[in-house]
T-cell receptor
Framework: EAQVTQNPRYLITVTGKKLTVTCSQNMNHEYMSWYRQDPGLGLRQIYYSMNVEVTDKGDVPEGYKVSRKEKRNFPLILESPSPNQTSLYFCASSPWGTSSYEQYFGPGTRLTVT | KQEVTQIPAALSVPEGENLVLNCSFTDSAIYNLQWFRQDPGKGLTSLLL?????REQTSGRLNASLDKSSGRSTLYIAASQPGDSATYLC????????????FGTGTLLAVQP
């Protein structure tokens, strides 16, 4: 089954404790992206990657890091989480090219930072 | 700066009604527009993708239209069912390297049995 998976689905942590949220897709997509969703603000892009070893900042990259060492994986790293990073996080993927493709989203990771 | 607005923010209808959800965007230079469904505690499910050159797309009881010049899209749901209850999000993809989707804040739909 074609899908985007995220782990963990739920995470409660404390300020300053480094964490990683994993994202994996099995569709051989070039493009992957991370969004966060907050009440009243909608979904906003954090980082994106157009292919292996190619990443760039989205609209709200502060406090986050990403890496793309393999095509299927795109982990989101919070080196020193703070309470304002409490949010619902989504990973997305799609093919990349001149055609216009739909994006597929993972199930989300709900993060609480205390 | 592209802004996407969805009206109404919430909608409650009795089962069986046909309904329309609205999405408007400020910059008509979009690559495509995608409608999603989000269930509580779950991810986003893609419903329909409309390319910028298209006027509408249909899938089952769903029909989405796009009017780029006026910056509007509508999602029409025919013969609504309680299982249609969810938050509906529209998102526009602008051109360029980021492939970023710019989302509206959604319409929370409740279909009463």
């Amino acid at each position: 089954e074609a899908q985007v998976t995220q782990n963990p689905r739920y995470l409660i942590t404390v300020t300053g404790k480094k964490l990683t949220v994993t994202c994996s897709q099995n569709m051989n997509h070039e493009y992957m992206s991370w969004y966060r969703q907050d009440p009243g603000l909608g979904l906003r892009q954090i980082y994106y990657s157009m292919n292996v070893e190619v990443t760039d900042k989205g609209d709200v990259p502060e406090g986050y890091k990403v890496s793309r060492k393999e095509k299927r994986n795109f982990p989101l790293i919070l080196e020193s989480p703070s309470p304002n990073q409490t949010s619902l996080y989504f990973c997305a993927s799609s093919p990349w090219g001149t055609s216009s493709y739909e994006q597929y989203f993972g199930p989300g990771t709900r993060l609480t930072v205390t | 700066k592209q802004e996407v607005t969805q009206i109404p923010a919430a909608l409650s209808v009795p089962e069986g009604e046909n309904l329309v959800l609205n999405c408007s965007f400020t910059d008509s230079a979009i690559y495509n527009l995608q409608w999603f469904r989000q269930d509580p505690g779950k991810g986003l499910t893609s419903l329909l993708l409309i390319q910028s050159s298209q006027r509408e797309q249909t899938s089952g009881r769903l029909n989405a239209s796009l009017d780029k010049s006026s910056g509007r899209s509508t999602l029409y749901i025919a013969a609504s069912q309680p299982g249609d209850s969810a938050t509906y999000l529209c998102a526009v993809r602008r051109g360029g390297a980021t492939n970023k989707l710019i989302f509206g804040t959604g319409t929370l739909l409740a279909v009463q049995p």
